[in-house]
């Protein structure tokens, strides 16, 4: 079977954390840890939902994209992907949308896409809220650039990433495990 990651992007709060996590459960697909310099949320774990950093200790890594969002800095490694794929052909990573068209053009066909929306816009801020999230952090996070950039499919991925509508997330598995299974005939 040859490597492939599955990129999950989207908007704050479209699930992206949430098809990650299924996607280890169901099909032990791993999730490769990316680093941020952002603090932890309530619950979050370092080296599990992420590597948390300072800068000085950031700038010390060789990343393979990095960017900032939202005023924090966020990156992966090619060291974590190669790791990954020691262990596993199928990988998964969360990315803002900026990364995902980054990975799409410098991995090409290793990289499977997955752009998650929702069909009511509300639904997102009802979620992070729901979810926890500090209210100041939701109220900076929703007037940031990114999480407006992030609602939309970005042109360079049109056509490329599969769209998926998180309204209901049976629906949304289903049509998770739709791709998989495509995903595990072309590599056999
Ligand atoms: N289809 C759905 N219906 C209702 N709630 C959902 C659905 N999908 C995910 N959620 C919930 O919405 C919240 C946000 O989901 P999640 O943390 O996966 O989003 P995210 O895209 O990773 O967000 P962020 O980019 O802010 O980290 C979580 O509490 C999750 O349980
Ligand atoms: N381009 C990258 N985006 C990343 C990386 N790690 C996480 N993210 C994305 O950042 C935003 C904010 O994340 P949050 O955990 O603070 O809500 C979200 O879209 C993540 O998917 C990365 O290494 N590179």
Not at 55 to 81: C, I, M, P, W
Not at 119 to 147: F, M, T, V
Not at 153 to 162: F, M, R, S, T, V
């Amino acid at each position: 079977m040859r490597d492939r990651i599955i990129v999950i992007t989207g908007a704050t709060g479209s699930g992206k954390t949430t098809v990650g996590k299924y996607l280890k459960d169901k099909y032990a697909i791993p999730k490769v840890i990316t680093h941020t310099t952002r603090v932890p949320r309530p619950g979050e774990q370092n080296e599990v939902d992420y590597y948390f950093e300072s800068d000085e200790t950031f700038n010390q890594r060789h990343f393979l994209e990095s960017v900032k969002y939202d005023g924090h800095r966020y990156g992966s490694s090619y060291e974590a992907l190669e790791r990954g794929w020691e262990k596993s052909p199928l990988l998964s990573v969360v990315l803002d949308t900026k990364g995902a068209v980054t990975y799409s053009e410098k991995l090409g066909e290793e990289a499977v896409i997955i752009f998650l929306t929702v069909s009511k816009d509300n639904a997102l801020q009802q979620r992070i809220k729901e979810r926890g999230d500090d209210p100041n952090a939701i109220d900076h996070r929703l007037e940031s650039d990114e999480y407006q950039r992030d609602m939309a499919l970005p042109k360079e991925l049109q056509g490329i990433a599969h769209v998926i509508v998180n309204d209901k997330l049976d629906k949304t598995k289903l049509m998770l495990d739709e791709i998989i299974k495509e995903l595990r005939n072309d590599l056999n």
